[in-house]
């Protein structure tokens, strides 16, 4: 077994209380009301929108991707041109929202601190979400930004760290199980509370069925079922499912310890770690659902942000270093 498991002291302060208290009082209701189906479905998208007054952080740079199914940014330190980045390396970016909501306006502040902190370009990319496409279309849409950022930026698979929150977790470890079975293993894998296992039972019975200040635990079966389009979800096509996950490289997942989605980090992180993949688990207690995206708001935010970014500095770093050795 290669899996460290670390419950980081967290939750305390103004800051995240009032962070907990919004999430209760605005995030989960909207969650438990939202139509799946109908006229109204296509609404949550707009949630994207509102963050489009929010001001691009200083000494960054956003070249913009148009593909006929996805959209993304190649966020940039300003120092760094698209040619140096050949030779540094990049992150992918997907951003969550069950499968239906946020995009490239609502994670631009966190894609922007993870190309500082890193020095690296971060590619975020918008892809099919719900009425539009489902978890098909999703995956698809995901792995051909993978193939943007090696075949059209020219990124050596190997000095790529594929990263996501929630849904777009999912679609870090179906991207990065896809990269691998092709001989393209990426350098490493980042999941904010990744939602990794279609299945619900184990959710229901657990104590954060009731903790949860964000995620209605009752909502989950019906989203997967929407998203496959079918009465019912294909429990089997979930990463956590995967036939052979010792492809994967090193992983690092971050979790609240009060969230719902803590039963699939740790589920997925026992997966892993049993296939021989070096495996971080970090649990943070008193914090929310992919929480380390709210990095510009609260302290515990910002400080497992900068565990995830000293991850990928070390994953780029080694895979450089390696290849100069090689040389």
């Given at each position: 077994?290669?899996?460290?498991?670390?419950?980081?002291?967290?939750?305390?302060?103004?800051?995240?209380?009032?962070?907990?208290?919004?999430?209760?009082?605005?995030?989960?209701?909207?969650?438990?009301?939202?139509?799946?189906?109908?006229p109204l479905a296509p609404v949550m998208r707009g949630i994207d929108a509102v963050f489009a007054p929010?001001?691009?952080?200083?000494?960054?740079?956003?070249?913009?991707?148009?593909?006929?199914?996805?959209?993304?940014?190649?966020?940039?330190?300003?120092?760094?041109?698209?040619?140096?980045?050949?030779?540094?390396?990049?992150?992918?970016?997907?951003?969550?929202?069950?499968?239906a909501f946020c995009g490239l306006r609502s994670h631009r502040r966190v894609v922007e601190r993870i190309?500082?902190?890193?020095?690296?370009?971060?590619?975020?990319?918008?892809?099919?979400?719900?009425?539009?496409?489902?978890?098909?279309?999703?995956?698809?849409?995901?792995?051909?930004?993978?193939?943007?950022?090696?075949?059209?930026?020219?990124?050596?698979?190997?000095?790529?760290?594929?990263?996501?929150?929630?849904?777009?977790?999912?679609?870090?470890?179906?991207?990065?199980?896809?990269?691998?079975?092709?001989?393209?293993?990426?350098?490493?894998?980042?999941?904010?509370?990744?939602?990794?296992?279609?299945?619900?039972?184990?959710?229901?019975?657990?104590?954060?069925?009731?903790?949860?200040?964000?995620?209605?635990?009752?909502?989950?079966?019906?989203?997967?079922?929407?998203?496959?389009?079918?009465?019912?979800?294909?429990?089997?096509?979930?990463?956590?499912?995967?036939?052979?996950?010792?492809?994967?490289?090193?992983?690092?997942?971050?979790?609240?310890?009060?969230?719902?989605?803590?039963?699939?980090?740790?589920?997925?992180?026992?997966?892993?770690?049993?296939?021989?993949?070096?495996?971080?688990?970090?649990?943070?207690?008193?914090?929310?659902?992919?929480?380390?995206?709210?990095?510009?708001?609260?302290?515990?935010?910002?400080?497992?942000?900068?565990?995830?970014?000293?991850?990928?500095?070390?994953?780029?770093?080694?895979?450089?270093?390696?290849?100069?050795?090689?040389?």
């Amino acid at each position: 077994m290669s899996l460290q498991t670390d419950v980081i002291p967290a939750g305390k302060g103004l800051p995240a209380l009032i962070v907990r208290w919004l999430c209760r009082i605005f995030v989960r209701p909207t969650l438990t009301s939202w139509p799946l189906h109908g006229p109204l479905a296509p609404v949550m998208r707009g949630i994207d929108a509102v963050f489009a007054p929010v001001p691009r952080l200083r000494g960054t740079v956003h070249d913009k991707v148009d593909a006929p199914t996805w959209r993304a940014e190649l966020v940039r330190p300003a120092e760094l041109s698209v040619e140096d980045a050949k030779e540094r390396g990049a992150v992918l970016y997907f951003h969550g929202g069950a499968f239906a909501f946020c995009g490239l306006r609502s994670h631009r502040r966190v894609v922007e601190r993870i190309a500082l902190a890193t020095g690296l370009p971060v590619l975020t990319v918008d892809y099919r979400q719900h009425p539009i496409g489902g978890y098909a279309e999703a995956k698809a849409d995901a792995v051909e930004a993978w193939r943007h950022l090696v075949d059209v930026v020219g990124v050596a698979p190997d000095r790529i760290v594929i990263a996501g929150d929630s849904a777009g977790g999912m679609l870090t470890f179906t991207t990065g199980l896809a990269a691998s079975a092709l001989g393209e293993r990426p350098a490493g894998l980042v999941g904010f509370s990744p939602w990794t296992d279609f299945c619900t039972k184990s959710k229901r019975a657990h104590a954060n069925a009731r903790k949860d200040v964000f995620i209605p635990v009752n909502r989950l079966a019906g989203i997967a079922a929407v998203l496959h389009k079918l009465p019912e979800a294909d429990l089997t096509i979930a990463p956590v499912e995967a036939k052979d996950l010792s492809l994967l490289p090193p992983v690092l997942m971050t979790a609240s310890a009060d969230e719902i989605l803590l039963v699939d980090a740790e589920l997925m992180a026992e997966r892993l770690a049993a296939a021989g993949v070096p495996t971080r688990l970090t649990i943070w207690p008193g914090t929310v659902h992919a929480f380390p995206v709210l990095s510009h708001i609260t302290p515990d935010s910002k400080r497992a942000l900068t565990t995830a970014t000293d991850f990928i500095t070390e994953r780029v770093s080694a895979a450089t270093a390696t290849a100069a050795q090689a040389a």
